[in-house]
């Protein structure tokens, strides 16, 4: 069996999943990873991949909304 990754393992793993994503640069990976204690990588692969759906799930309703404004009022109020 393999040993689970440390609280600097899992920060390690959790920049390289998320690499090639745009994030802030406020991020605190140390703080997640302390977070996720008995998280093996790809249950943090999993956790990004989630937040990054309910990101996208978030601005898309957000759209939807400045879409029904616009057609409603012919402006947006975003």
Not at 62 to 68: E, T
Request: no cysteine; charged share 20%; net charge negative.
């Amino acid at each position: 069996m393999v040993n689970l990754p440390d609280a600097p393992n899992r920060a390690k793993i959790l920049k390289v999943i998320l690499a090639k994503e745009d994030l802030s640069p406020d991020i605190d990976f140390e703080a997640i990873a302390s977070m996720t204690d008995g998280y093996s990588g790809s249950d943090l692969k999993v956790l990004a991949l989630d937040l990054l759906l309910i990101t996208f799930f978030f601005f898309l309703s957000h759209l939807v909304i400045v879409l029904h404004l616009y057609m409603l009022y012919g402006r947006t109020y975003a």
